[in-house]
């Protein structure tokens, strides 16, 4: 088992981990162009993204960003075969903060 070393102020890395809070803002720092979204094929965006910010309606046939759930590790700026998917950090004081 991984020792879990303290830092000089006292504080675990497991515990700042722990201290994070997730605060959404108001407007998304994630953005589709669903009409790019109807022409693709596999919708990988619905798999790859780890916190499922992404679903895909058959009947809307429209792309929904659930971007207050996004952990922020990035993977849609790649991920995205069709390159459609804008991706910017949270504004500051916005998304995990400590
Ligand atoms: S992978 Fe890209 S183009 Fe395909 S549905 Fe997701 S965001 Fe749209
Ligand atoms: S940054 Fe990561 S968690 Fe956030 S939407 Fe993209 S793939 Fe999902």
Known sequence: MLEVKENIRGSTLK???YDLKLKPNTKSHITVNNDVCLLCQNRDCTIFCPSQVFTW???DEKLTVAYESCMECGACKMGC???NI???HPEAGFGYIC
């Open 15 to 17: 515990n700042k981990l």
């Open 57 to 59: 309606s058959n009947i």
């Open 81 to 83: 075969p069709l390159e």
């Open 86 to 88: 804008k991706y910017e």
